[in-house]
């Protein structure tokens, strides 16, 4: 899976620069998590079976394939838990930020 790279911010300087759309193409990132995120997904490696169901239903696409299991990118990751919840080992927990 591509996963979004961070890029530099660059004020437009044209017209043209500017995105013909509401928004940029897809991967276009200027910012990593703002600091906003209240709670985060922390896997247990153990307990992962590698059923890739987190990994599906994230929306956001910061789960990604890491070896036979999955990791988290967590510049990107928004909390919502999605991936907590549609786990069936119960091997994704959501912890207040900041806690571990």
């Not at 996963?3 to 276009?28: I, M, T």
């Not at 906003?36 to 992962?48: F, I």
């Amino acid at each position: 899976m591509n996963r979004p790279a961070l890029r530099k911010y660059v004020n437009p300087q044209f017209l043209s620069d500017l995105p013909e759309g509401p928004c940029y193409d897809a991967g276009h990132l200027v910012t990593v998590n703002a600091g906003w995120r209240t709670r985060k997904p922390v896997l247990d490696s153990e307990a992962c079976t590698g059923c890739y169901i987190c990994y599906m239903n994230c929306p956001e696409g910061v789960i990604f394939k890491s070896d036979d299991k999955v990791d988290i990118d967590y510049d990107f990751c928004k909390g919502c838990g999605i991936c907590a919840n549609g786990c069936p080992k119960d091997a994704i927990v959501m912890i207040r930020e900041g806690e571990a």
